[in-house]
Structures are given as C-alpha cells and as structure tokens.
C-alpha cells in the first residue's frame, strides 16, 4: 500500500527530471503579466522584505522577483533535484537559495517570511490543504496562491453540474470514476495533475486570514454573478492579514 500511495508523487517528479532541461521552454508562454503585478503591488502594500516560493521550479520566479523589488529577500523550495540544477546552471540560484524540500513539510520556523506564494504547483499535489497550511504556517503577512480552478472549466452547464457535485460532496466520487480509481491524469504538457479548484482551499485560508482577495487569472470579463467561480479556468487567491 505503500508503494502505491508513492506512485503518484514519483511519476510528477520523474516528469519534472526528464524534462528540465526543457522546462522554462515548454512554460515560457503560461506567465500571466498581470498576476505578476498584482502579486507585485500586494508586496509593496504589505511592506514585504522576504518571500518564499513554493515549487519553484528553475528559480525563474526568484529572478523576476528581485527584477522587479531589488530589496527583497527571495528563497525557493523545490522536490526535484533536476530542477534545481537548472536553477543554478541558468543563474537563477543567484537570486536566493533554493532549498531541495517537499511543500508538504516546509524546512522553516512559523512566520519565517513575510509573503508566501505558489504559481500553479496546488493541482499537482494530492494533498493540497497539507501544502497551504504549511504555507500559512510560515507566512506573516500574506500568502499569494496562483493555481486551477476546475468550475470554471468545460461547458457552463458542465460548471454548473461540477459546482453542484461538489457543493453535495459527490465530486470526489465523480472524479474517482473519471479518472478509473487513479484520482489523477497524466499530459504530456503537465505531467500529472489532480482535480483542483483554489476554492478548494478558500475556507481554510480565510480562517488564517483578514482579509481576502480573488482574482481571475487571464483574461475574463465580469459578465456573470459568478466570476471569476464559473467564467476562469485560473484564480488568484491574496489572503492578508492585517498589521498588529
């Protein structure tokens, strides 16, 4: 039982190894630009001096952070070994160390960081409440969630049928069929990926926080009570906590 239940963490992390020469290639197109000056105007509002990026891949994440706030401290967590040395042969690692560990159990003291972020990493895990409590665990101020948001994906009435199952805890079970007992899908362009919404996350993280912000990922116009639930396929979650 085991073996099975690491199966899946091994073959996202056997993707990531196979393909990290090729990594910031296959994802150059995927950055949005306003997601990253949001996150970069949320920095400057909260003061930030240092910030931890969880999965941080090839580090690029880290270069445009000093880019843009030559101030701040910068720090990346990433599992896959051939990622980082990427990282370091692409200079990135100049930006701020990266540190080889899992999400699920992030190496740092609680509130070691003034703003804690993730770029599309939540929909690759099989536990993401485990990775967002770390997350808030470490945070002080803020913590930036960029990732999947399964209801605004398919056609609207397929939406509407995926908000309802979840809202009637029959999701699971769905998506247990969909996917033959695997609980996962495998591309060639995302390796292997679960069923996530951030609206998965959404109450425990506004039990840590005082405030909280969603915005669509992408373009998407307003043109439905329920945007960005039901109108984008990707939501940013901003969740502060207001200054003692």
């Known amino acids: ?95 701020g160390p990266i540190i080889q560990a899992s999400g699920e159990a992030l190496p740092f003291a609680d509130a070691s960081f003034d703003v804690v972020c993730e770029f599309a990493v ?17 945070a002080r101020k803020a913590v930036f969630i960029c990732d999947s948001n399964r209801f605004g994906q398919g056609s609207l009435p397929m939406r509407f049928l995926k908000l309802a199952l979840y809202k009637a805890g029959l999701w699971g079970i769905c998506n247990y069929i969909k996917t033959r007992g695997k609980g996962y899908q495998i591309t060639e362009g995302d390796g292997l990926a679960y069923s996530y919404s951030v609206y998965d996350s959404l109450d425990q993280i506004s039990r840590w926080a005082d405030r909280v912000i969603l915005v669509p990922a992408g373009a998407g116009k307003a043109n439905s009570w329920f945007h960005p639930l039901l109108t984008t396929i990707g939501v940013t979650v901003c969740a502060l906590r207001d200054s003692k």
């Open 1 to 95: 039982m085991a073996a099975n239940a690491k199966a899946p963490v091994e073959i996202q992390r056997q993707y990531y190894a196979d393909t990290a020469t090729r990594y910031e290639q296959m994802h150059a197109d995927e950055a949005d630009p306003f997601s990253l000056q949001f996150f970069y105007s949320i920095l400057r509002l909260v003061d930030a001096q240092s910030v931890l990026d969880v999965g941080t891949a090839t580090g690029r994440n880290l270069r445009n952070f000093k880019q843009a706030l030559p101030h701040l401290s910068v720090c990346g967590v990433e599992p896959v070994r051939g990622l980082i040395d990427q990282a370091i042969q692409q200079g990135h690692a100049d930006c």
């Open 122 to 138: 939540l929909h690759h895990v099989p536990n993401p409440a485990r990775v967002v409590q770390e997350m808030l665990r470490v």
